[in-house]
Structure formats: structure tokens, C-alpha cells
């Protein structure tokens, strides 16, 4: 096993991210901004005086493949491990990173599991927690819009959707407002009206609804309720980030939708994303088409920032540096707790809301506070 | 109550015609074709790029959408379904399979993992007020629709001499065929009606979320599995009884299920299903008389 991480005097990043199955809508251009940020340092030299290489293996949305790309890649000597975005697929990489003493981190796992209680001392989640999602939404909401009372729709196949939901609701009841009804919805089900005809039903009309589910079905349940002359706000987390929700709603169904996500594809953001979309039309000739972009190229700058300031490749040493700096990245200001505290991110949410059908950057947020995981 | 009779109407409609597509291979082949479903993501993904990248008007954009969907169904069957059909059933039901896959992950691969946008016109984004209550255009489009399509095949299937031929094939094949009519041509008609139905379907299935994915078609391959075995596998009109009872059972599971066990609508649907595999497994209509397929 050759010594970790330098390689034949380069520096090997492997990405045991899902090119393909239910996972690859968010790994699949992770992976597109992992490369171009892996060209860009080059172009500048490197990290650490030695060349950047990016190794990938598809992941296939299956957990115990995941697990052994991450232990492949490792073998070939890679000093950190880049880890699909979510907790359970994510997870067995990570795992396989510890085990090996180096850095594993995953884009956008949001689940307040991904750190490092959970998986150990070197695993970090580059996403806020589900925790910050769920609150700042709540509090814009209640602070911001005065909105009292929701009726929640959460779609109950995956761990996401559920915790979500949970903190949302938390934090909302716990600035006094009230939760009219919590109605759940299955991805795949293909049909709402069952979600419908109870809405219909309650006696008190919420506010407005917040709907914790992913695409495609998330387009279904939004449109059946705008279709059927439900105009109140509907509000949600990062799944909503995802052009094709934006399109599939038009201008006649996208309006008075709010969610929270990691950034927003504008120099409204951030102003160095435009040096980002520039590199990016450079190599792929087009346009970056989604978040899950920006994050798969932060996550690479973010490990560079960390070795260079550990001086090595050394995986005890990167996580140290990543606990001891407050990065500034293109997906907002990033400072982890310590080791002991679960390596919880601090980060702030950037809140988006779609009027005709047209996403508009509402600022950064940093909730007043956060429910305990 | 008057919504209640239109969303289950309009999902019944639906419902039929998925169904039916599905059922039309069956009665013909004895074929239960896993590939079914991926006819309808053929026409989803042709409403989504010919609406996207060509200016054709809508209405071409679904013709050309639904022509797909039936050039794909007799592309599957040419193809792949043919050179196995001498051999035994489980070749066909395992090739079924593989042409299922092969076309999911050709769209995984050649246009994208994550769902894509589908243009839709003006009409389907419409809501119309009808007997005081307000509901999508769409619904009441996929009622009309339905009853159009189900009076052309009636048509289609009682007074042509095609559809006589595809009748007397799915009664008796061999007898058909040494009465002169051509095998081929029976069975690539079949793939092309069910192939023409499945388009239908994606029309209407696709305007509900107005995008398409490359599993988009699991869910109604699923739907046309239950209302079969409730309807009947081997008659036409036992799979449209089929499509309105699921579409009905549905609704009412819906609507009475108290909040909590709402998530476990789909088992007791299962349940309705086993019940009838135990106690009429011919389904609600009983086919006539088949015997086993020779190739």
C-alpha cells in the first residue's frame, strides 16, 4: 500500500460519489464541480507544491458498493474521500475513510448523523444540518411573513424528508406557532388526492404548507394543490433547489414558493461565483444547471484550503485544520464544531423564493436557534 | 361528492388505459411485458424534447410523442421479443426484463439522472369549475379521451377483419394460424396498439407533474399489474373494469383511511389484490376459453 495520499509525488482525491440510481441527481454534478475545481487548483499549481488527482468509482446508489469504492480508492492511495450526499449512502465511504485515518466528506448530506459522533473524528458534512434547514425556513416564515400556522405534508421514504420535517416543526411550535394538520405523502405513490380532499377538510385554513419531499413527486404535489386552487405559500428545504421543479411548476404554478438551500447560482450569492461560472462554461460548455455543482467544487477547495494549512496530506492533520478554520466558500461561511460536539456545521441557509416560476435570492440566513439534533 | 365522482373517474379513465395496454400483449402473447412501462417514459422523454429543442406546436409535440411510444412498443417487439418467441414463456418474460432495463438506463445515460421539465400547453395548466367543483381541465381531458379511445378499439376489434384476426389469435393462436393469418403481423399490431396506449397514458401521466425521470414508468406498470389481477389478465374489457374498480378503491381508501394508516393504503390495496388471487384469480371478468401459446 503505497504511502497515503502522495502518491507518486501528486496528491489523489477519490470520489465515491453515484453516477447512476436514485442517488445520482445530487452526486452526478457534484462530481462535474469536484473536476472543475481539481483543473482550476491545478492551473494555479497545486495544493501543497504537488498536482491534484481526482479518481472516481460509481457508486451505483448502493451503499455496500459505495463502501468498497471508498476502501478501492484508498488502496490507491487517495488521502481524502469524497462521499456521496446523503447519510445512508454516504455513510459506508465515510466509514471506510476512518477506518484508514483520512478525511471523509460529503457535499450535502444534510442528516444531523453525518459527523463526527456518528461516523468519527475525521468525517465531516460540508451542508448545514437538516437542524438549520428546518429552522430557518420556520423562523422566516413566522418572523418575516407572519405566518401563524402550517399544514405539513411529509413524505415519509426517506430519512431526509422525515427529520426535515421534524425540525421545521419544532422550531415553529416553538415560536408559537401552530401545526393545523401533519398529513405524510410516500415518494411514488403518484397520487395526491388523498392529501387534497384532507386539506379540503380542515376546518382552519393554514397559512401556508410546508412540504417536505423531493423530486420528481415533489412537482406532482405542488401543482395538484396549485391546480385545484390552493394559492397559499408552500414552503420547503434544498430538495426544492432543482430547475426542473422550477420549469415543471411555470409561471402560472410558481408562485409563493420559499425554500432554503446551499447557494444560489448568481454573483447575488456570492460575489466569486462568477469566477466559478466562467471556469465552469470554460470546460463544460454550458451554463452550471444546478447547486449540486457548487458544492461538489467547494468540497475540493475546502480539503485543498485544509492541507495547505495543515502543511500535509496527513489525515489527523487535515481534520484538525478543518475544525480550526471558518472557511469562506461559494456555498456561504463555514466554521465546524470540534470533534466532541459531532463536527456540527455552522453555516448559513440561503433562502430562495419562486415567483413566476423564476427562483429569486432572498439573502443568507442564520437561524436565532436551532433545534438539538 | 361531485368531486369525489370526478377525481375517480378521471383516475379510473386513466387507470383503464394503463391497463389496457398492458393487457392487449397479454391476451395475444401471454406475455406480462415488464417493458410496458417504458414505453411511457419513451413518450414522456419525447414530450420533453421535442417541446424543449423544436418549435413544434404542442399538438404535433404529442402526436410525434405518442407515435414514439408505439415505434419504441414495435421496436422492442422486432428486436427482441421475436427472436425469442419460439422458445419458451420465461425467455420472453426475462427478456421483458432486460429490455426494461436496457431502456431506463438508456435514458439514465443519454439524457440525465434527475427529472426534466415537460412543456405543456395552455389547456393543461387550466382549471375549470364543473357542478361546483374546481378541478384540473386535465381531468375532465383524460375522461374524453378514454371513452373516445375505448370506442375506437371496440370498434377496431368487432368489425375488422385485423381485429377479428387479433381476437381469434388471443382465443386460439395455432387454429388462427392455420387459417391464414399471418402470426407477425397479429402480434406487431398488438405491440403497436399497447405501444399507442402506453403514449396516451404518458400524456396524461406526465401533465400531472409536467416532468419526466428515467423511473417514471415503475408506478404504472404497477397500477396495470393490480387493476389487471382485479379485472382479469385475459379479457379487454375485464382490464377496463379493471382500471375504474382500482381507480375507485383508491379514491375510497383514500378518503375513509384515517391520517395514521394512510401510509399503509398500498398494503391494504395488496390485500384486496391477494383476496382476489385467492378467491377469483380469473379476476372480475372471465376471459373465454385460451389455450397455451405456440410461436
Known amino acids: 500500500m503505497p504511502a497515503s495520499?502522495?502518491?507518486?509525488?501528486?496528491?489523489?482525491?477519490?470520489?465515491?460519489?453515484?453516477?447512476?440510481?436514485?442517488?445520482?441527481?445530487?452526486?452526478?454534478?457534484?462530481?462535474?464541480?469536484?473536476?472543475?475545481?481539481?483543473?482550476?487548483?491545478?492551473?494555479?499549481?497545486?495544493?501543497?507544491?504537488?498536482?491534484?488527482?481526482?479518481?472516481?468509482?460509481?457508486?451505483?446508489?448502493?451503499?455496500?458498493?459505495?463502501?468498497?469504492?471508498?476502501?478501492?480508492?484508498?488502496?490507491?492511495?487517495?488521502?481524502?474521500?469524497?462521499?456521496p450526499s446523503d447519510f445512508d449512502f454516504g455513510g459506508p465511504a465515510s466509514r471506510e475513510a476512518q477506518k484508514a485515518g483520512i478525511v471523509g466528506i460529503s457535499p450535502c448530506a444534510s442528516s444531523p448523523l453525518y459527523g463526527s459522533k456518528a461516523l468519527g473524528d475525521k468525517q465531516f458534512t460540508m451542508s448545514m444540518w437538516n437542524t438549520t434547514m428546518g429552522a430557518a425556513t420556520a423562523e422566516y416564515m413566522y418572523n418575516k411573513k407572519g405566518a401563524k400556522s402550517v399544514y405539513v405534508i411529509t413524505d415519509d421514504f426517506i430519512d431526509y424528508t422525515k427529520s426535515l420535517s421534524r425540525y421545521f416543526i419544532a422550531r415553529f411550535k416553538e415560536?408559537?406557532?401552530?401545526?393545523?394538520?401533519?398529513?405524510?405523502?410516500?415518494?411514488?405513490?403518484?397520487?395526491?388526492?388523498?392529501?387534497?380532499?384532507?386539506?379540503?377538510?380542515?376546518?382552519?385554513?393554514?397559512?401556508?404548507?410546508?412540504?417536505?419531499?423531493?423530486?420528481?413527486?415533489?412537482?406532482?404535489?405542488?401543482?395538484?394543490?396549485?391546480?385545484?386552487?390552493?394559492?397559499?405559500?408552500?414552503?420547503?428545504?434544498?430538495?426544492?433547489?432543482?430547475?426542473?421543479?422550477?420549469?415543471?411548476?411555470?409561471?402560472?404554478?410558481?408562485?409563493?414558493?420559499?425554500?432554503?438551500?446551499?447557494?444560489?447560482l448568481s454573483t447575488a450569492a456570492n460575489p466569486k461565483y462568477a469566477e466559478f461560472e466562467a471556469a465552469y462554461e470554460k470546460k463544460f460548455?454550458?451554463?452550471?444547471?444546478?447547486?449540486?455543482?457548487?458544492?461538489?467544487?467547494?468540497?475540493?477547495?475546502?480539503?485543498?484550503?485544509?492541507?495547505?494549512?495543515?502543511?500535509?496530506?496527513?489525515?489527523?492533520?487535515v481534520a484538525k485544520a478543518m475544525e480550526n478554520t471558518e472557511f469562506d466558500l461559494l456555498t456561504g461561511k463555514l466554521k465546524w464544531s470540534d470533534a466532541a460536539s459531532g463536527h456540527e456545521p455552522n453555516k448559513a441557509a440561503a433562502l430562495v423564493q419562486l415567483q413566476g416560476g423564476k427562483p429569486e435570492f432572498l439573502g443568507w440566513v442564520t437561524p436565532e436557534k436551532i433545534p438539538a439534533p | 361528492?361531485?368531486?369525489?365522482?370526478?377525481?375517480?373517474?378521471?383516475?379510473?379513465?386513466?387507470?383503464?388505459?394503463?391497463?389496457?395496454?398492458?393487457?392487449?400483449?397479454?391476451?395475444?402473447?401471454?406475455?406480462?411485458?415488464?417493458?410496458y412501462g417504458e414505453y411511457i417514459m419513451t413518450a414522456g422523454y419525447g414530450l420533453f424534447l421535442l417541446g424543449t429543442y423544436t418549435p413544434l406546436p404542442w399538438w404535433s409535440v404529442m402526436l410525434l410523442s405518442v407515435a414514439l411510444a408505439a415505434l419504441m412498443s414495435y421496436l422492442t417487439e422486432l428486436i427482441a421479443f421475436r427472436p425469442v418467441r419460439t422458445k419458451s414463456l420465461t425467455a420472453m418474460l426475462v427478456t421483458s426484463f432486460a429490455v426494461s432495463v436496457l431502456l431506463q438506463n438508456a435514458a439514465l445515460l443519454f439524457i440525465s439522472p434527475?427529472?426534466?421539465?415537460?412543456?405543456?400547453?395552455?389547456?393543461?395548466?387550466?382549471?375549470?369549475?364543473?357542478?361546483?367543483?374546481?378541478?384540473?381541465?386535465?381531468?375532465?381531458?383524460?375522461?374524453?379521451?378514454?371513452?373516445?379511445?375505448?370506442?375506437?378499439?371496440?370498434?377496431?376489434?368487432?368489425?375488422?377483419?385485423?381485429?377479428?384476426?387479433?381476437?381469434?389469435?388471443?382465443?386460439?393462436?395455432?387454429?388462427?394460424?392455420?387459417?391464414?393469418?399471418?402470426?407477425?403481423?397479429?402480434?406487431?399490431?398488438?405491440?403497436?396498439?399497447?405501444?399507442?396506449?402506453?403514449?396516451?397514458?404518458?400524456?396524461?401521466?406526465?401533465?400531472?407533474?409536467?416532468?419526466?425521470d428515467?423511473?417514471?414508468?415503475?408506478?404504472?406498470?404497477?397500477?396495470?399489474?393490480?387493476?389487471?389481477?382485479?379485472?382479469?389478465?385475459?379479457?379487454?374489457?375485464?382490464?377496463?373494469?379493471?382500471?375504474?374498480?382500482?381507480?375507485l378503491l383508491f379514491n375510497v381508501l383514500s378518503i375513509t383511511l384515517p391520517a395514521s394508516v394512510i401510509n399503509y393504503r398500498d398494503a391494504f390495496m395488496f390485500l384486496i389484490v391477494i383476496l382476489f388471487l385467492l378467491l377469483r384469480p380469473e379476476g372480475l371478468i372471465r376471459g373465454s376459453y385460451t389455450e397455451e401459446r405456440v410461436g
Open chain 2, 214 to 247: 428515467p423511473l417514471i414508468g415503475f408506478t404504472p406498470l404497477l397500477i396495470a399489474f393490480i387493476a389487471t389481477v382485479i379485472g382479469g389478465m385475459r379479457s379487454l374489457v375485464g382490464a377496463v373494469a379493471g382500471g375504474y374498480v382500482y381507480g
Open chain 1, 5 to 83: 495520499g502522495s502518491a507518486g509525488g501528486k496528491i489523489v482525491i477519490g470520489a465515491a460519489l453515484c453516477q447512476t440510481g436514485i442517488q445520482a441527481p445530487l452526486d452526478e454534478p457534484a462530481l462535474r464541480g469536484a473536476q472543475l475545481a481539481v483543473d482550476v487548483l491545478n492551473e494555479k499549481g497545486g495544493v501543497l507544491g504537488k498536482k491534484l488527482e481526482l479518481i472516481s468509482m460509481d457508486g451505483k446508489s448502493d451503499p455496500v458498493t459505495v463502501g468498497n469504492d471508498a476502501k478501492q480508492m484508498i488502496d490507491k492511495g487517495a488521502a481524502a474521500i469524497i462521499a
Open chain 1, 285 to 317: 460548455n454550458k451554463k452550471p444547471d444546478a447547486v449540486w455543482i457548487v458544492t461538489g467544487y467547494d468540497v475540493v477547495m475546502l480539503l485543498a484550503q485544509a492541507m495547505e494549512k495543515a502543511g500535509s496530506t496527513d489525515g489527523a492533520q
Open chain 2, 114 to 212: 434527475r427529472s426534466r421539465a415537460v412543456q405543456l400547453p395552455a389547456a393543461f395548466n387550466q382549471s375549470v369549475a364543473l357542478l361546483g367543483v374546481t378541478t384540473p381541465l386535465r381531468n375532465l381531458l383524460t375522461i374524453g379521451t378514454t371513452v373516445a379511445l375505448l370506442v375506437g378499439l371496440t370498434l377496431l376489434m368487432k368489425y375488422t377483419v385485423l381485429g377479428i384476426a387479433m381476437r381469434a389469435a388471443s382465443d386460439k393462436f395455432s387454429t388462427t394460424r392455420l387459417m391464414g393469418v399471418p402470426a407477425n403481423l397479429v402480434i406487431s399490431v398488438a405491440f403497436i396498439i399497447s405501444g399507442l396506449l402506453a403514449g396516451v397514458v404518458s400524456v396524461f401521466w406526465v401533465g400531472r407533474s409536467a416532468s419526466v
Open chain 1, 175 to 264: 415560536l408559537g406557532g401552530k401545526v393545523v394538520f401533519e398529513d405524510t405523502y410516500t415518494q411514488g405513490q403518484g397520487d395526491v388526492s388523498a392529501q387534497l380532499a384532507r386539506y379540503k377538510a380542515l376546518k382552519e385554513k393554514p397559512d401556508f404548507i410546508y412540504v417536505s419531499s423531493y423530486m420528481p413527486d415533489l412537482a406532482l404535489i405542488i401543482r395538484t394543490f396549485r391546480e385545484n386552487g390552493i394559492n397559499v405559500p408552500i414552503v420547503g428545504g434544498d430538495s426544492y433547489d432543482d430547475p426542473a421543479l422550477f420549469e415543471a411548476l411555470g409561471e402560472k404554478y410558481g408562485n409563493d414558493v420559499y425554500f432554503d438551500t446551499h447557494s444560489f
Open chain 2, 1 to 35: 361528492m361531485n368531486e369525489f365522482i370526478i377525481n375517480t373517474l378521471s383516475l379510473g379513465s386513466l387507470y383503464a388505459l394503463i391497463a389496457l395496454g398492458l393487457v392487449f400483449v397479454y391476451g395475444i402473447l401471454k406475455l406480462v411485458n415488464f417493458a
